[in-house]
């Protein structure tokens, strides 16, 4: 290969990545660019707004109802890693450990479920969650949540157990600890790592989880971020654009720090959980 | 004592399988006995119909334009995401300056609620005031009214949703790219393989595991496809746009009719799994053993 060849390559390198950074800051971009504009300016979205002005992002941050969604989010968060999490990983070591079919029809049952539609499930759930008096609750989606994704985390958790030597196993068993005992003394801390990512994937779920919520917190202080925003997009008697576009990026800022500083883990934990099964 | 410890194990399993349970088998045998029942979603009142609401559905109008709209995006996004998330693999496997920050920016529209990507890209593509329009004023071109066709709207979908989880294949490829062992490509190197065949012979082949997983994942869950339409057409105009999914949720919630949409459920599971299943076998079929 000539010098001459690797600089046009470098060339063709450079713009392209200059045409990703472009397109895929474009969104960020125009909900930054139209949330600084006053309701009455109808100029082009694409061009940098003239004058701009914090008078939206103030009306939303000194909404008391923003920041009670902001919690309820993170509480959502937190209770469905709590019920998630634990159950997640002691149910899939435990199938790593048993006999081969087990897993193998925990496999298939794993892609079973990942083919029910959540609209599907729908009708089901929505009349189940009134019967158990689980709706605007917390608690309730939580409990939903860590049930819908357990077969997904189980199947997570029993793929990378498998590549745990059970040597470890039979050494705290000669010390004359059971499988409980053993989980979390010995094979608990070993997963550390891959919790990490699952915590993280749990937390971006239930920040951009849509349906369920939708439906199962239908009262106002019950709203997730993303339900709050919608409301805004939604509102037909009012239509003002720039502070729906403001409160969009008001939920989707937060997120994408996130992930810009969390990258590591996701994207290690993304290539963990797609490839080793 | 091996008794006793198989017991545990069991029991290690029971708190799981007991979530799963209560969420998602009960709810869809709760769904497949709603169907058979015409019931307005929250009253007291449940008539038994038998089959009523699946012939219902077989005859409702709507339904073969909402099918198809379900399949372009289950096999538009499928397709797309497959061949965009490889090409952007094989892009970042490369090594060159700020290739973890680009690796970084393809995954990020993941990070971004379905929801709010479809309302910032229906502010793209309408025709007065539209980004996109604007954009191309700018080379003088006229305006382009994006979405006055149904099925260019479609189209249109199809493309932001799979731009949007593109990255995931990213993923799943490179992490396939990077199994490969260098001994294979050094060897066909050697033997004077192009960079075209060491593609086709090499990578590809060893990338089926990959493709299978992105193939299946991609096509279930774009068959689903639901927050992306809400926001950017809102299966309109006159839900020509819809997918399955919304479909049964407007049938649920806007419409009162709880039992047909249980029905229509039932039928976009069987459709995921009719379409699903056969190409997973296929596919697993030809996975290289080494």
Known sequence: ?277 | MRKKKKRSLMLMTLPGIFLICIFVIIPLINGVRISFYTWNGYGKVMKFVGLDNFKALFTDMRLPRITVNTLIYGFGSCLLENVLGLAAALFVAEKFRGRNGIRAILYMPIMISGFIMGKIMSYVFTLDNGVLNDLLAVFGTGPVYWMKNSWISSLIITVVNSWQYMGLCMLIYLAGLQNISSSYLDAAAIDGASGWQQFFKIKLPLLIPAITTCVITNLINSLKLYELVVGLTNGGPNRETMSLSQYIQVLYFDDEKAGYAAAAGIFLFLLIMVLSLPINRFLRSREVQL
């Open chain 1, 1 to 277: 290969m000539n010098h001459k060849e690797k600089k046009s390559t470098k060339i063709i390198r450079f713009i392209i990545c200059a045409l990703i950074v472009l397109i895929y800051f474009m969104p960020i971009y125009l909900l930054g660019n139209v949330s600084v504009r006053e309701a009455t300016d109808f100029s082009s979205k694409l061009w940098p707004t003239q004058n701009p002005t914090l008078e939206k992002y103030i009306t939303i941050l000194t909404d008391p109802m923003v920041w009670k969604s902001f919690a309820n989010t993170l509480l959502y968060a937190a209770l469905e890693i709590l019920f998630l999490i634990p159950t997640a990983a002691m149910g899939g070591y435990a199938l790593s450990r048993s006999a081969g079919r087990l897993s193998n029809m925990i496999r298939t049952f794993n892609i079973l479920v990942m083919m029910i539609p959540g609209t599907a499930l729908l009708v089901g759930t929505y009349s189940l969650m009134v019967n158990l008096h689980l709706t605007n609750s917390i608690f309730g989606i939580a409990l939903y949540g860590a049930g819908a994704s357990m077969t997904g985390s189980m199947f997570f958790y029993t793929t990378f157990s498998t590549s745990i030597p059970t040597e470890l196993d039979e050494a705290a068993e000669l010390d004359g600890a059971g499988p409980v005992k053993t989980f979390f003394y010995v094979i608990m801390p070993l997963m550390k790592g891959i919790t990490v990512t699952r915590v993280i994937s749990v937390v971006i779920g239930c920040w951009n989880s849509y349906l369920m919520p939708l439906y199962l917190l239908t009262k106002s202080e019950k709203y997730t971020i993303l339900l709050y925003v919608r409301k805004l997009f939604t509102n037909s008697v009012i239509q003002d654009v720039p502070l729906s576009f403001a409160a969009g990026a008001v939920m989707v800022i937060p997120i994408v720090v996130f992930y810009f500083v969390m990258q590591k883990y996701i994207v290690g934990g993304q290539i963990d959980s797609s490839v080793k099964g």
